[in-house]
Every structure is written in C-alpha cells, then in structure tokens.
C-alpha cells in the first residue's frame, strides 16, 4: 500500500538532546512538508520540499532543520535551539504542479522533559 | 498573506442533526479550498476540495462544501451526523498564486456528537 510512515509514533527526550523524526513516501511524490500542531492553533508549516537537495522555510523553522538527500525521504531534526519543541508533528506529500491534495502521515508525539 | 478563519472553535450537535461547520478565507483570487479531518492523535484526511467549477462538492463520508465566491466562504455540511463523526476538522487554502503548493490552515473546529 502506497502511503506515508512516520516513525515513531511517540517519542520523549530530554531537554537539550537534539532528536529526529522521520518521514517516509512511497507514494513517488514530489513534495514533502512538515508542520507543527499544538492544541488550537491548527497546523504550522516548519519546512516544505520541493526537489530533492532543496528546501524552503516555513512559517516556524526556527530551532528546526531538515534534509532531503532522497525522493521518498524528508527527516526533520528538534534541534535544542527549539524553545517549546513538545508538540505533535505531521509530515504530508503531494505530486508536483497545481491541483493537487497533499496527503499527510499518521504523526509523531514529541515530548520534551 | 493568505488566511483561514474558522470562527467555531468547538461545536456540539445530537446524533442524526445537520451540521455546518463554516470557514473564511481572505485570497486575492479564487483559491484552491480544502476540508480535511482529524481524529484524535491521527493524521489527517481529505474529506474534499475545491479547485473550479461547480460549487457544490460532493466528498467522503455523506460530507458536501460549498464555495461562494462573494462570502470568501467555503462551509461543510452534513445532512445528518453520525457519532463517528467526532473529531477536529480543518478548512485549507492552497496557494495557488505560486507552485510551492503549500497550504493555510484554520485553526480547526472540534466536533462533538452527542448520542
């Protein structure tokens, strides 16, 4: 099944630690993004992708970074520069060009203590 | 800058009511519109979308939109809600000015259905 895994569901680390989230696609997409969800606020944009090797900031890349080295694949580092990094993050993918839907992964819970 | 405004923050209606969830948008041109859904610690959904055409879209789960271009509106509807339908839902704007593609979200309206 073609989709989009992020991995791990839920992950706690200690403040200070840099920590990585995962973002894979099979779904041969182009685009990737991350976003940030914290309770009413809706969802914030950290990072997008568009090609492999290039990556634009968002709304909130501060104390964030990302790589993109492959298609299938947008990893996205909480580095300890993020001052509030405890939130619920979703990495999404969509086809090149207009008209089309970005479709989102299941999310990781990161808790910082 | 592009935004979302979903002015209903919770909503609570009785299993088998209608239900409107509304959302505004402020674009400089008709943009490319969005419903997604949200259950508990979940990732998101698309329910439908709207990029031209006819104005009333049809999408999964008995949910419709419409987009009226003089409100800057592009509200939800369901005829009647089932229990399973609780959950967070979101109104999205694609940037259609550039071909980044990225999207403006609300800020959500919670869903509660009671039985």
């Known amino acids: 099944d073609g989709g989009i895994t992020q991995s791990p569901k839920y992950l706690f680390r200690k403040e200070g630690q840099n920590v990585t989230l995962s973002c894979e696609q099979n779904l041969n997409h182009d685009a990737m993004y991350w976003y940030r969800q914290d309770p009413g606020q809706g969802l914030r944009l950290i990072y997008y992708?568009?090609?492999?090797?290039?990556?634009q900031k968002g709304d909130i890349a501060e104390g964030y970074s990302v790589s993109r080295e492959k298609k299938e694949s947008f990893p996205l580092t909480v580095t300890s520069a993020q001052k509030n990094p405890t939130a619920f993050y979703l990495c999404a993918s969509r086809l090149a060009g207009s008209s089309y839907e970005q479709y989102f992964g299941p999310g990781t819970r990161l808790t910082v203590t | 800058a592009q935004s979302v405004t979903q002015p209903d923050i919770h909503i609570t209606v009785s299993e088998g009511a209608s239900l409107e969830l509304r959302c505004n948008y402020s674009?400089?041109?008709?943009?490319?519109l969005f419903w997604y859904v949200q259950s508990p610690g979940q990732g998101l959904q698309l329910l439908l979308k709207?990029?031209?055409?006819?104005?009333l879209v049809q999408g999964i789960k008995g949910f419709e939109a419409e987009f009226k271009r003089s409100q800057s509106s592009f509200n939800l509807r369901k005829p009647s809600v089932h229990w399973s339908d609780a959950a967070e839902y979101f109104c999205a704007v694609d940037d259609r000015g550039s071909t980044l593609g990225r999207l403006y979200f609300g800020r959500g309206t919670q869903l509660t259905v009671w039985p």
């Open positions: 992708s568009q090609i492999v090797n290039d990556f």
């Open positions: 674009y400089g041109a008709t943009p490319y």
């Open positions: 709207y990029f031209s055409g006819d104005t």
